[in-house]
């Protein structure tokens, strides 16, 4: 027996080994170790941060256990070298990915490779381990999943964002950001490229570090939002925000606080000069003006080599003190919640706040499940939840493993509906929004019933590159065969051995504020008219395959041949076997009933 671990508390596997009959435990992760991790498990210590977190856990699992033979892989899992030959080595997968995207590609390499899956996540005091085994039950993507969300332009240049202050004060001044709000002939809150207001943000000569903190302040939080208002079009539906100036937070009594006496302490710290040091309460607006000034004057008299060239990171202490203020300023003025310099710097720095002994438990039911599977007790596994607060006196919730979604799009091959604006959209938007992000393919194929619309990989033939690359932009409705209502689009990924139909419906308009991307996926065919599609799109494809290649079809059943053009039948390299034998001069086509 042999198995696969990725990037899962590896601590918790030292026991396998015997299980597996001395097979190595090959175990693959592409991260380093960073500071944010070691307080979540027992294998890193500081002297590793930067490090490869897959050596280093063999190397620290080989200390107690020197026997075990792990094999470490610092890579991608979803590189080509492993690819479903190497998935179908193994007996089980144990999964502790802390993505989306790479989950969605290990289940469906999985599920090719005809091999059981042990998921597993964490969150705080949260945790849950899933079973997934082909043909029996669920598969990962049966229930669908959140995906972060996403904004227009238009509502970015309005809203919070993350870091866009921190680099705009302290990074590169020369890019655009939401911090440039001037009015413009078309449009009152619009982002300005004038040099004057890239100029403005420097510091002026004879300018003390405070007198700077204070003039910025203003014009991010106070003077911008009065500009944003002036255009009354766009606050007619929606919350007007709230000016912030400095001489309205604080007056007279205010004067030590905002004069920032504290300073002088020898800590580049804002919060620890301040005063402020429980990181879990959430901060008044006079508190995040004060940290906002502190940390403005602190980066300029004591970090000034940084001042020019600074980026984000979750672990400079001042950055974090800097945006939670910045973010919780802005976000006052807008009516949105507050956050603590703890949720802040997770939010910011995108880290899923784990604990060690949630991690330890979940690593151990990881096992437990993986043992059963491994000596055939596929039926006694379970769906495992740790929760924070007892239920009936228990804190892990046992539940049966559900079958699989017939509607799920991935194990069931279930079709899906995607709505767009067919005299707008083009292939490289449905390729990034659609096919990549919500679908999760790496390298799609895609093909309007025989016709080869998009190819991607390193191995495609540069004729064909070109080709490809004059449709990208190109409107769906502008194609040869025009892609409109009631077209099929077939999506494959032969690297995950992934294919899905897409059934196309024209959509004139979105909402902006709810469909972002102006375009929605779904698997309700029913919104389609199926009896009319079906015979509209069937007659058309038809029509025009006539049309292109001068050849007259000829039914055989739900069958039919057709002669087709060279470019067409032999786009690009990556063809399956049985598929190239027939592919030189005809290409069987079954037409799809919507």
């Known amino acids: 027996m042999n198995m696969l671990v990725n990037i899962v508390s590896i601590y918790a596997l030292k026991d396998f080994w015997s299980c597996t009959c001395g097979s190595p435990l090959p175990q693959i992760d592409m991260d380093t170790i960073e500071v944010s991790n070691l307080n979540r498990q027992f294998l890193f210590r500081k002297s590793h941060v930067g490090q490869s977190k897959a050596r280093v856990a063999r190397e620290a699992v080989l200390?107690?256990?020197?026997?075990?033979?792990?094999?470490?892989?610092?890579?991608?899992?979803?590189?080509?070298?492993?690819?479903?030959?190497?998935?179908?080595?193994?007996s089980v997968v144990l999964n502790g990915l802390d993505n989306l995207d790479a989950r969605r590609h290990v289940n469906r390499m999985c599920l090719a490779a005809g091999v059981p899956l042990v998921e597993s996540g964490t969150t705080g005091y949260l945790g849950q381990v899933t079973v997934h085994i082909k043909g029996q039950t669920e598969c990962y993507e049966c229930q669908p999943k959140p995906v972060?969300?996403?904004?227009?332009?238009?509502?970015?240049t309005s809203t919070p964002s993350k870091d866009l202050a921190l680099a705009k004060l302290f990074g590169d001044k020369g890019q655009v950001s939401d911090l440039d709000v001037r009015p413009t002939s078309n449009e009152d809150n619009a982002v300005s490229n004038d040099p004057d207001e890239t100029q403005f943000f420097e510091v002026r000569s004879g300018e003390s570090s405070r007198a700077y903190a204070e003039r910025v302040f203003d014009r991010i939080f106070g003077q911008n939002i009065v500009t944003a208002l002036r255009n009354e079009d766009t606050w007619k539906a929606r919350r007007r925000p709230d000016p912030l100036f400095l001489n309205k937070i604080f007056f007279e009594d205010d004067a030590v606080t905002m004069n920032g006496v504290c300073s002088s302490i020898d800590n580049v710290s804002?919060?620890?000069?301040?005063?402020?040091?429980?990181?879990?309460?959430?901060?008044?607006?006079?508190?995040?003006?004060?940290?906002?000034?502190?940390?403005?004057?602190?980066?300029?008299?004591?970090?000034?080599?940084?001042?020019?060239?600074?980026?984000?990171?979750?672990?400079?202490?001042?950055?974090?003190?800097?945006?939670?203020?910045?973010?919780?300023?802005?976000?006052h003025s807008f009516g949105?919640?507050?956050?603590?310099?703890?949720?802040?710097?997770?939010?910011?720095?995108?880290?899923?706040?784990?604990?060690?002994?949630?991690?330890?438990?979940?690593?151990?039911?990881?096992?437990?499940?993986?043992?059963?599977l491994l000596s055939n007790r596929a039926k006694e596994c379970r769906m495992t939840f740790c929760v924070e607060h007892p239920s009936g006196k228990m804190l892990l919730m046992p539940v049966d493993m559900a079958e699989p979604n017939p509607r799920c799009y991935v194990c069931s091959e279930t079709p899906l509906v995607l709505e767009l604006n067919t005299a707008t959209a083009t292939m490289r938007e449905v390729v990034k929004k659609?096919?990549?992000?919500?679908?999760?393919?790496?390298?799609?194929?895609?093909?309007?019933?025989?016709?080869?619309?998009?190819?991607?990989?390193?191995?495609?033939?540069?004729?064909?590159?070109?080709?490809?690359?004059?449709?990208?932009?190109?409107?769906?409705?502008?194609?040869?065969?025009?892609?409109?209502?009631?077209?099929?689009?077939?999506?494959?990924?032969?690297?995950?051995?992934?294919?899905?139909?897409?059934?196309?419906?024209?959509?004139?308009?979105?909402?902006?504020?709810?469909?972002?991307?102006?375009?929605?996926?779904?698997?309700?065919?029913?919104?389609?008219?199926?009896?009319?599609?079906?015979?509209?799109?069937?007659?058309?494809?038809?029509?025009?395959?006539?049309?292109?290649?001068?050849?007259?079809?000829?039914?055989?059943?739900?069958?039919?041949?057709?002669?087709?053009?060279?470019?067409?039948?032999?786009?690009?390299t990556k063809r399956r076997i049985e598929e190239e034998e027939t592919q030189h001069t005809e290409k069987r086509l079954r037409v799809m009933e919507v």
Request: hydrophobic share 40%; charged share 25%; net charge negative.
């Open 63 to 90: 200390k107690f256990r020197p026997g075990v033979e792990i094999v470490a892989h610092h890579a991608n899992v979803k590189n080509q070298e492993f690819d479903i030959d190497f998935f179908k080595q193994f």
């Open 336 to 372: 949105i919640p507050s956050q603590s310099l703890f949720e802040a710097k997770g939010m910011a720095g995108n880290i899923i706040h784990a604990i060690a002994t949630t991690n330890a438990i979940i690593a151990g039911l990881i096992v437990l499940e993986a043992l059963k």
């Open 148 to 156: 972060p969300k996403s904004y227009p332009v238009c509502t970015i």
């Open 270 to 331: 804002a919060t620890a000069n301040l005063g402020l040091k429980n990181p879990q309460e959430v901060w008044s607006v006079k508190e995040n003006s004060s940290v906002f000034l502190e940390s403005v004057e602190l980066f300029l008299e004591k970090r000034s080599k940084d001042v020019g060239k600074l980026v984000f990171d979750k672990d400079d202490q001042l950055a974090v003190e800097f945006v939670t203020a910045a973010a919780n300023l802005r976000a």
């Open 434 to 572: 659609v096919v990549k992000r919500k679908l999760g393919v790496t390298d799609p194929v895609i093909m309007q019933s025989s016709t080869l619309l998009h190819e991607a990989g390193d191995d495609i033939e540069e004729d064909m590159v070109a080709y490809y690359t004059t449709l990208l932009d190109k409107k769906f409705q502008d194609y040869p065969t025009p892609i409109t209502t009631g077209v099929v689009l077939t999506i494959e990924d032969y690297h995950q051995d992934f294919r899905c139909s897409l059934h196309v419906k024209h959509r004139e308009t979105f909402d902006q504020e709810k469909e972002p991307e102006g375009m929605v996926l779904s698997g309700d065919l029913a919104s389609l008219n199926t009896t009319e599609t079906a015979a509209e799109s069937t007659s058309t494809l038809n029509a025009s395959l006539k049309a292109e290649n001068g050849h007259t079809e000829v039914e055989d059943d739900d069958v039919v041949m057709v002669e087709l053009a060279p470019k067409a039948a032999t786009a690009g």
